[in-house]
């Protein structure tokens, strides 16, 4: 079995969320078009009077994390959350990026492991309170530990319940900090590194910035799980004018190319199943190799 089927072998059993083919041309018909072109003034105003939490949270924080929490495991009381969050492709797609990012980066822990004399040290970027790498955790060895790393230490104190809940509270630690200075917290080097749900919000010359300081510091032959983000939820021009959400789409193949930059390779891409998130894996090359 060769890399790219080990890691998709990986993945393989997962059960995705999925949307049928009557539901989806009915959305790209006659859905999408509605909120996409409906006056954002007005769309501001239903939402605003239907006390709708998910927007209420992207106009407070665009992208923030908290938007994630009530689409991870957000139980919506509101109608129009029950509706974005229960039916909205972007919602499904996230739940789905939260199974494949949790996954692999077990996996990726659980290797390291086999081989490391020390502790495995995963660090998180942008990692709001955490619940992707607390997933991974659970399904690691349970020396593994992680620095996670957020701007906005809000996050944090949900962060820490949702960690001690889990009972890994003394395996997660969190620093408020901006991803571009993040070589100041490390020790010891990170062998696997999580960066999702942050690259859409960056530009191209920050995002290879943050990977050039990220190979100084860590672990040779380490390897990051980042995600893509495409046009395929068929809303973006509701996300911009309505929720106030800038998000930059790149292809798997145009994000690999800026951490190619930086000296990862081996890029695995694996689609979730409504195609709007790629999540990769990469390793940083061995200088000693
Ligand atoms: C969309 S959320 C993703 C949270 C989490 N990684 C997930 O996928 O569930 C993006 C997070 O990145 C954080 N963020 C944005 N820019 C950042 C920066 N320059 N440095 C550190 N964190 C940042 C935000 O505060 C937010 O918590």
């Known amino acids: 079995m060769d890399h790219d089927q080990k890691i998709q072998s990986w993945v393989s059993d997962i059960e995705f969320e999925r949307v049928g083919p009557v539901k989806s041309a009915l959305k790209r018909v006659l859905m999408n ?25 992207n106009w407070d924080d665009p ?5 994630m929490v009530i ?25 789905n990026r939260r199974l494949l990012a949790g ?14 004399d020390i502790p495995v040290h995963a660090l998180c970027l942008g990692a709001g309170p955490g619940r992707i790498i607390i997933d991974a955790l ?12 957020d701007i906005s230490s809000d996050a944090f104190d949900y962060g820490r319940e ?12 969190y620093v408020k900090g901006d991803v571009r200075d993040v070589t100041d917290v490390l020790d010891p080097p990170p062998v696997v590194v999580k960066m999702i749900g942050i690259c859409e919000y960056l530009t191209d ?13 860590m672990a040779p032959g380490g390897s990051v799980v980042f995600n893509s983000i495409s046009t ?35 890029f695995v891409s694996l689609p979730e199943p409504l195609a709007i998130y790629h999540v990769i894996v990469a390793r940083l090359a061995d200088q000693k190799a």
């Open 162 to 173: 949702l960690a001690e809940s889990s009972g890994l509270a003394d395996r997660v630690k």
């Open 63 to 67: 992208g923030g994390w908290k938007s």
């Open 103 to 116: 996954r692999l980066l077990a996996k990726l822990i659980t290797q390291a492991d086999e081989t490391s």
């Open 205 to 217: 010359e920050q995002i290879v910035d943050i990977l050039k300081s990220l190979s100084g510091v």
């Open 71 to 95: 689409s991870y495991h957000g139980k919506p009381t509101q109608i129009a959350d029950k509706i974005l969050v229960n039916g909205g492709a972007m919602s499904m797609a996230l739940r």
């Open 232 to 266: 395929a939820h068929g809303t973006d021009r509701f996300f911009r004018r309505v929720m106030g959400l800038h998000m930059i789409h790149r292809t798997p193949e145009q994000l690999s190319a800026l951490f190619a930059q930086a000296g990862f390779g081996e």
């Open 138 to 149: 659970l399904q690691s060895p349970d020396t593994a530990h992680a620095t996670l790393v």
């Open 33 to 57: 078009p509605l909120v996409n072109y409906f006056p954002s003034s007005a769309m501001k105003a239903i939402l605003r009077f239907a006390k709708c939490e998910l927007a209420q949270c």
